[in-house]
DNA sequence: TCAAGATTGAGAGGCATTCTCATTCTTCTT
DNA sequence: AAGAAGAATGAGAATGCCTCTCAATCTTGA
């Protein structure tokens, strides 16, 4: 049984992925973003470290990360995934409707009444998405 | 202003919606659907009603009635949207991990503690999504 | 009944993502 | 350090879901 999350190089390579210059240059990305960015802009990014990066690798190292518990991927829009480092707790997110900025928070009372919920119904929750989508309260 | 909902014949009429075989058709398939139907299977379904409807018209249909307010739209898992009328009072979606089921619920006090969150950044929700991914309790 | 303009079907087009395959690289074993 | 096994890679083709284009047809208000 593996820890929930890993994402250091040689926990990385302990779980059986194999370290390569372009997932470097992707992992080095992901630790450096504050936003939570595209697969386009991942691949971007990464080209600047590293020119060779393709498009297909950005693709598969993600899904690779995301596997291993290292990278999340949301779902904010209908307009592509959407990465982040999964080296924090866990936190749901609220996105701005005029910015499109996403702003992170956590509830535990949110989570114990998701669990309740679930266990009235029956259920075991495996995880869930909470994303709340707002604009700013006016003065 | 318009009401939130609406999807007889006739309010949708009165929203300058109108009425032709095809949307009958889409509209009679959302009715009938105890499920959450992809686009696909709205028309599967609404050609058996009415041979003539085209992809085309049900991706055009559903975002008409969505604008309308008559039609929800959902992202469950990454593979495509899937559907319901908005003709009962909002819920939140349980989704069996084993079995594909969606199951809906609702709770005032998760609604109740997101809009306080969303209150505490600074923010008016607009709307949201809570889906919870689990497995039934063993017994 | 009619004209205006909305809706339609068919197929092309778009976009994010995944796949294919020959080549290159990482890692394990010596 | 060298070699072998097989995993990862880049390029571009392919996929899946969805939207657009356009000429023909329909709905609706007058």
Redesign the interface.
């Known amino acids: 049984m593996s820890s929930p999350t890993q994402y250091s190089e040689s926990e990385l390579r302990a779980e059986g992925v194999r370290i390569t210059r372009q997932r470097l240059a992707i992992l080095h990305v992901l630790r450096e973003a504050n936003d939570h960015p595209r697969a386009e802009d991942i691949l971007a990014r990464a080209r600047l470290q590293d020119q060779s990066v393709s498009q297909a690798t950005v693709y598969r190292t993600l899904a690779v990360l995301e596997k291993a518990g290292t990278v999340l991927r949301n779902?904010f829009d209908?307009t592509g995934?959407r990465f982040e480092l999964a080296d924090r707790t866990h936190h749901d997110h609220?996105i701005?409707?005029d910015t499109g900025a996403v702003?992170e928070?956590h509830?535990a009372?949110?989570e114990r009444?998701?669990a309740e919920?679930?266990?009235e119904?029956?259920?075991?929750?495996?995880?869930?998405?909470?994303?709340?989508?707002?604009?700013?309260?006016p003065d």
């Open positions: 779902e209908g995934a609220l701005d409707l702003i928070f509830s009372r949110i009444l998701q919920i679930a266990a119904l029956g259920y075991d929750i495996e995880w869930h998405r909470l994303e709340l989508y707002g604009r700013k309260t």
